[in-house]
């Protein structure tokens, strides 16, 4: 099995989305494109990543959305050294359709109070049903590293909240854990770095904003204590 020296995970750079969330009222989430600023922040994200893939090969995977198209595309690797597919389990987390802004300031407070892991927004989604997916893409990744000519790195260009599930799924994180940790910010990157151990170690941690608070775990109990 051909693993990769590499997996980088990196969020778009900011959105309309980001800095407005009256244009989701108008616009829908899949077609909201990058800020100036976003645009700037791939860019420079496209010159440290190209320093570290050097003339490597890369495969690449990138949500169907407009922002990580354009971020994609901004981050200027060389085509003829990158592999790229378009991923929609990669996707953001749907949150419905059209979007009323007070609905969704709503459905948010829920959603601290709920859990962000489980809370299911209207016609949309919960975290679970995100990971779910993640989940699915990552067999048909680990299945791809079954070509013993696969590249040495893997770029997936997805969504804040996609990343962290996505790092939950293959490091075995609890929901709590999970719970625990924010977005990164936009244009920022997590590395999953292979070891000589042969195990996969995250180049930085997320940011935690709370301390992880998990169910206690039930006691077994032995037949002759019944």
């Known amino acids: 099995m051909a693993r990769p020296q590499r997996i980088v995970l990196i969020?778009?750079?900011?959105?309309?989305?980001?800095?407005?969330?009256t244009v989701y009222e108008r616009e829908p989430d899949h077609a909201l494109a990058l800020t100036p600023r976003g645009q700037r922040q791939a860019v420079e994200a496209g010159n440290a990543l190209r320093s570290t893939f050097g003339d490597e090969p890369i495969s690449a995977y990138v949500?169907?959305?407009?922002?990580?198209?354009?971020?994609?595309h901004l981050l200027g690797l060389n085509p003829s050294r990158t592999r790229v597919?378009?991923?929609?389990?990669?996707?953001?987390?749907?949150?419905?359709?059209?979007q009323d802004r007070e609905d969704?300031?709503?459905?948010?407070?829920?959603?601290?109070?709920?859990?962000?892991?489980?809370?299911?927004?209207?016609?949309?989604?919960?975290?679970?049903?995100v990971y779910d997916r993640v989940g699915a893409f990552l067999e048909s990744l680990w299945r791809s590293f079954e070509d013993p000519d696969h590249p040495r790195n893997v770029l997936l260009v997805?969504?804040?909240?996609?990343?962290?599930?996505?790092c939950m799924r293959w490091?075995?994180?609890?929901?709590?854990?999970?719970?625990?940790?924010?977005?990164?910010?936009?244009?920022?990157?997590?590395?999953?770095?292979l070891g000589d151990d042969g195990r996969y170690r995250l180049d930085r941690p997320f940011e935690r904003w709370c301390t992880p608070e998990p169910y206690p775990l039930p006691v077994r109990v032995r037949c002759d204590d019944r």
Do not use: C
């Open 11 to 21: 969020r778009h750079g900011e959105s309309e989305g980001n800095v407005d969330d």
């Open 63 to 72: 949500s169907p959305y407009r922002r990580t198209h354009e971020t994609f």
């Open 85 to 98: 597919r378009e991923e929609p389990r990669l996707r953001e987390q749907d949150w419905g359709n059209w």
């Open 104 to 129: 969704v300031r709503k459905q948010k407070a829920y959603r601290d109070a709920y859990g962000h892991f489980f809370y299911r927004f209207a016609q949309g989604e919960s975290g679970a049903d």
């Open 158 to 166: 997805t969504h804040g909240l996609t990343m962290r599930l996505f």
């Open 171 to 193: 490091f075995h994180w609890s929901v709590a854990e999970f719970e625990s940790l924010s977005n990164p910010g936009n244009a920022e990157y997590r590395t999953l770095v």
